[in-house]
């Protein structure tokens, strides 16, 4: 005898098949569908560090020292002081941004924006520099940068990067830290 269909049984153990494997891809899809927003706001904050990382290489080029204090500024893990030839700039940490300003216009820790202070703002990146120096000189900039993200499954660092900066070339053979 020819059969023509499927059996109440083959019927019932389709449909649970399929009602498990939706269950598994719609949380997939659901997963896949919160992280793309994350990683818009991670390629942004990426951005946002790549044109920090340009004013800080033109301020380095046209830099005529880093020096360790300028007035109630101090260069330290918060604060870098590059002297151009006309004023000394200021850049700070601040929570999730860096601002640029002339060190005589900004009082240290003024969180009120003014038109001469330039801002970075970005979302949850790690941004660290240090001052090479020999003696009291120094002579170059080492800008470590990365973006966190928040991504299902936990923290992730992406966009790792590392450039050092000299000031009017590289240092003589021996001078590196």
């Known amino acids: 005898m020819k059969r023509r269909g499927f059996s109440l049984t083959e019927v019932i153990f389709m449909l649970t098949i399929l009602a498990a494997l939706s269950v598994v891809l719609s949380r997939l899809f659901q997963s896949l569908l919160g992280d793309v927003p994350r990683y818009h706001r991670a390629y942004n904050s990426q951005l946002t560090v790549q044109a920090l990382l340009r004013q800080l290489e033109k301020d ?36 999730d941004r860096i601002v640029r300003y002339p060190a005589g216009e900004a009082p240290a820790g003024a969180e009120s924006f003014r038109p001469e202070e330039i801002e970075f703002d970005f979302y949850q990146a790690d941004i660290d520099w240090t001052v090479w120096r020999e003696g009291q000189a120094g002579y170059a900039v080492e800008v470590k940068t990365a973006v966190i993200g928040k991504f299902t499954g936990g923290r992730r660092r992406m966009f790792v990067n590392a450039a050092v900066y000299f000031l009017g070339g590289i240092p003589q053979e021996g001078t590196l830290p």
């Open 60 to 95: 380095v080029d046209q830099a005529r020292s880093l020096p360790h204090r300028y007035g109630e500024h101090t260069s330290d893990g918060s604060r870098l002081l590059l002297e151009l030839a006309d004023e000394v700039i200021v850049y700070e940490k601040r929570p």
